[in-house]
């Protein structure tokens, strides 16, 4: 079983919703990232979290926001997505930005 | 930007048999990850390499970190049909916590 978990694990939503998506690490990482990954391709670094302050955003949408409420929980909130919005999203945490990332299995998200 | 370069693409082995994968760059890395995705699940780090020359064992898994600092490779030996997957590379080269993946190694196993 993975350390780093994430709900739901399945979310079909329409491009006019709002939802989020959460992850949760009880592992005293310090470091906390989301991933977008397509099928059957790497994932995709999407944001990271440092000492719960936004460290790294790679040019992703603005309707994608993410949000870091405590040094165990991480957060990504969604509206008005596209249906090449689809993917596989993955979190994953570390100790330091440094150290390997450990990854949850993902919210599969699916946009009508 | 940088990129890795990762082979094979896939790979259809019998049970048994050892297993090789590589990846390679053109830009230098501090350290080396090796992950295993299965189906519906997210990638599973296998080993961690931190030193050019390092050679690390996980139980079948032996993965080195190049001499060079651009490459690192993977071998499975005696492969078993739980080994099926995908095997991601991975490359860091600062602190800021982002990683480089490679396209992946599909691997099947006939039993």
């Known amino acids: 079983d993975t350390e780093v978990t994430q709900t739901p694990k399945h979310l079909v939503m329409g491009m006019t919703n709002k939802k989020s998506l959460k992850c949760e690490q009880h592992?005293?990482?310090?470091?906390m990232y989301w991933y977008k990954q397509k099928a059957k391709k790497p994932p995709e670094l999407m944001f990271v979290?440092?000492?719960?302050?936004?460290?790294i955003n790679e040019s992703v949408p603005s309707r994608f926001s993410p949000e870091c409420p405590n040094s165990s929980l991480l957060n990504l909130h969604l509206h008005a997505l596209q249906p090449e919005d689809s993917a596989l999203y993955l979190c994953?945490?570390?100790?330091?930005?440094?150290?390997?990332?450990?990854f949850g299995d993902g919210t599969r998200l699916s946009i009508l | 930007g940088q990129q890795l370069n990762q082979s094979p693409q896939s790979m259809f082995i019998q049970e048994g048999e050892d297993v090789s994968m590589n990846c390679t760059s053109s830009?230098?890395?501090?350290?080396w990850l090796w992950y295993k995705q299965d189906p519906g699940e997210g990638p599973v780090l296998l080993i961690a390499?931190?030193?050019?020359?390092e050679l690390t064992s996980n139980g079948r898994l032996t993965a080195q970190f190049g001499i060079t600092r651009k490459d690192s490779f993977l071998n499975i030996s005696a492969s078993i049909p739980s080994d099926v997957g995908i095997y991601f590379c991975?490359?860091?080269?600062?602190?800021?916590?982002?990683?480089?993946f490679g396209q992946g190694t599909t691997l099947q196993v006939k039993p």
């Open positions: 994953a945490s570390s100790p330091y930005t440094r150290q390997p990332q450990h």
């Open positions: 592992m005293g990482h310090r470091a």
């Open positions: 979290y440092s000492y719960e302050k936004l460290s």
């Open positions: 830009s230098i890395f501090n350290t």
């Open positions: 390499l931190y030193k050019a020359g």
């Open positions: 991975a490359g860091q080269t600062s602190n800021t916590g982002k990683l480089i």
